[in-house]
């Protein structure tokens, strides 16, 4: 190492923190700044967090997510034709191929274990840059500290395999470089913006309209500039380069496999509305749910911060947190986005009445001992609890049929060369994870005629669900020679019961299996 190179770094860091520029520790040669340890020690209590409540099962979407991305990597073309039902000519959009193909890599070469400490690894990347994005708030780490706190449990329930963890990341950094370029940093950072972008395309196509969504917040006028056409115009120009930032973020958007299709994905996908109003995710929570306590909390958040700073308020950030408040109230799936725009606000109310109270003591051997416990505090958490798990899908349940697929398994060949299966919503994607062509799986939105181009098969699948169909001539127009029927589809599975045409061959806890005779 350059000594003298070196030496002058650490002299110069010394001597911001005899200034109270900021709070460093020492190891060795290198500076650390006191809000990164103070972070260090978060990570051990928020993994264990995450193993304790994790250890309950895996995201049953990680079924399809795994096919798709098998099919992928055998075939190397995203489908553009849906080749894991036996619906002929049925249009497909892989809205999170690049995740799909991470989620088999992973179970291929490292089993449940690799999906797990992926799952870990990309929580501590959420927690590392809500950490961030807090500290472009405040400098207060104690007000950071609860902030961050608050936010993991607004995202806990999000933390699994499906792609919506690595949109978190994605935005976080977003409006991290936002807020840092509106601080006078170098407005060079917006050139990773449009990077951002194509990773959001191509990770989960249906929320990457929000990497320029987010943007807006800091190019919209404030209201009292209305009075104004030339403060409007002004206020325009002055945020010109945000502005060509949106633009080349948008154009980037189509390099995707899907091109207009994939950043047009959310609008086709959710333009059926039994597709909405059936979907539990896309409902709004319930006010003394949990998620609506959490909502409530940031709502009077969200009107203390407007009250007190009536008179100098923010306007970017107003915007922002009413933005995702909106969003958060309209369905589930979007409830995390409060750590976006309504968590930073309360940060900065805590900021006002607590005392930044956390010291560190600056000594090479007090940061050795802080890595130490770090490493095998995490290496000790992983290393107990998660061999231990023992994941949904290795167990027979509605969405693991594990009796129904070894019976399938089973089969002779000639057998398996008729097979038509119906299945319900819930299990398809296990089925097609074990090689099987399905009548429905878990993304209702590719099952209508709105994506698929040919028919509308969630809306079929509800009414035989619901015993709105006529159950024979359901049948007769597929000729299913087997059938995994849910015990809460009683009409159907009434109706296969007294029917002459079937038997039952297996009988679990919560379905049963029925074969044409």
Sequence with gaps: MNTKYSRKYRDIGWERMKNKEYKVVSWKDATFSAK?????????????????????SIDSDSFFLRATGKYILEHREVPKINPFTFHEDFK???????????NYLLYDNFGVTGMYAWTIIMFIAVSFMCYKYLGMYTDN???????????VCIIYGFVNTRPSIITMVILLCELTILEMVCKGKSKRLLCIIPILSIVGINCHSSMWPMVIIVMLPYVFPPLPYFKSILKIKEHLLEHKEIWLTMIVSFLVGFLNPNGINGMAYVFLSYSNASTENNIAELQSPKWFSYFGIIIMICTLGIAFWTYK???????????????????????????????????????????????????????????????????????????TIVPGIKPNFTEDTIISPVKAVDYLDSLSDKEKENLVIFNSLVNGGYLEWRGYKTYIDQRPELYCKEINGKADIYKEYLDVK?????????????????LIVLNYEDGFQTFLECSDEYEVVVEADQYKVFKKI
């Design 141 to 151: 780490n104690k007000a950071k500290i609860y902030g961050l706190l608050f936010s």
């Design 36 to 56: 990164y340890v103070t972070f260090a020690w978060l990570l051990i209590p928020l993994v264990a967090l995450l193993c304790v409540w994790y250890k309950a």
């Design 92 to 102: 497909i959009i892989i809205q999170q191929w690049v995740v799909d193909v991470i």
């Design 309 to 383: 700073n009536k008179d100098r308020l923010d306007w970017k950030s107003l915007y922002l947190a009413l933005g995702t408040w909106l969003l958060a109230i309209k369905n589930l799936r979007s409830a995390w986005m409060l750590i976006l725009g309504a968590v930073p606000l309360l940060v900065t109310l805590i900021d006002g009445s607590v005392k930044n109270s956390i010291k560190i003591k600056h000594t090479n051997s007090n940061y050795r001992i802080l890595a130490l416990i770090y490493t095998f505090g995490a290496v000790a958490i992983f290393g």
């Design 466 to 482: 619901n015993g709105r169909v006529d159950f024979q001539k359901f049948l007769d127009k597929y000729g299913f020679n087997y």
